[in-house]
């Protein structure tokens, strides 16, 4: 699904573009980024002219071969793709200034320890970036057809809680929200936050 995914277009454009410019407006030129489920690596290239080095991981090879294609393409030498599950991803404490996800977070059995996890990569004040899709309350339908997916194996796992949930999880981990938008048709939040 990997060829079909990086060809699919953005749901959203103006929304995407309003993240990427909210993202670029804590960037630094000396700062190191990582970004957890990167998938075809678009938000990353975009983002490396304006940081030192990004680091972008996903558990997809087939998603990493295309990223690492378009870095070629594009002759950008500052990005590093990484093949790793993110909820086992480990660094040493406080390597990074800010880490990124987007629409990941819903597909972990445990997003709370991921982002506790993320919160100990940071370097002090560093910034934990996420887009997040929150479905409790909306496509109740889902609810019902999630859990039997799964079980025939044609579905992944996805997880329902609400952004106020979302919002608690993260200051739970440590964090202190500095922004949250909620794009206008969709069932995803964006959240800037310090350690």
Same mark, same amino acid.
């Given at each position: 699904?990997?060829?079909?995914?990086?060809?699919?277009?953005?749901?959203?454009?103006?929304?995407?573009?309003?993240?990427?410019?909210?993202?670029?407006?804590?960037?630094?030129?000396?700062?190191? =980024?990582?970004?957890?489920g990167c998938g075809?690596?678009?938000?990353?290239?975009?983002?490396?002219?304006?940081?030192?080095?990004?680091?972008? =991981?996903?558990?997809?090879?087939?998603?990493?071969?295309?990223?690492?294609?378009?870095?070629?393409?594009?002759?950008?030498?500052?990005?590093?793709?990484?093949?790793?599950?993110?909820?086992?991803?480990?660094?040493?404490?406080?390597?990074?200034?800010?880490?990124?996800?987007?629409? =990941?977070?819903?597909?972990?059995?445990?997003?709370?320890?991921?982002?506790?996890?993320?919160?100990?990569?940071?370097?002090?004040?560093?910034?934990?970036?996420?887009?997040?899709?929150?479905?409790?309350g909306m496509m109740?339908?889902?609810?019902?057809?999630?859990?039997?997916?799964?079980?025939?194996?044609?579905?992944?796992?996805?997880?329902?809680?609400?952004?106020?949930?979302?919002?608690?999880?993260?200051?739970?981990?440590?964090?202190?929200?500095?922004?949250?938008?909620?794009?206008?048709?969709?069932?995803?939040?964006?959240?800037?936050?310090?350690?």
């Amino acid at each position: 699904m990997a060829a079909r995914y990086s060809k699919s277009p953005v749901s959203n454009q103006a929304a995407y573009e309003k993240k990427l410019e909210i993202t670029q407006s804590y960037f630094t030129p000396d700062m190191e =980024v990582l970004e957890l489920g990167c998938g075809t690596g678009t938000t990353a290239l975009i983002h490396a002219p304006f940081v030192k080095h990004i680091r972008a =991981v996903d558990i997809s090879e087939n998603m990493l071969e295309i990223a690492q294609d378009k870095a070629k393409q594009q002759n950008i030498t500052n990005v590093t793709f990484d093949q790793a599950a993110i909820d086992t991803f480990s660094v040493p404490d406080q390597s990074y200034d800010i880490i990124m996800t987007h629409s =990941v977070l819903h597909l972990l059995e445990d997003k709370e320890a991921t982002i506790a996890n993320i919160h100990k990569m940071l370097k002090p004040s560093g910034y934990f970036i996420s887009s997040t899709v929150c479905l409790t309350g909306m496509m109740r339908f889902l609810q019902l057809i999630v859990p039997i997916g799964r079980l025939f194996g044609f579905m992944p796992l996805v997880k329902f809680f609400s952004a106020k949930h979302l919002e608690k999880s993260i200051t739970n981990a440590g964090f202190d929200i500095i922004s949250s938008w909620e794009p206008e048709k969709s069932h995803s939040m964006f959240i800037v936050a310090r350690k």
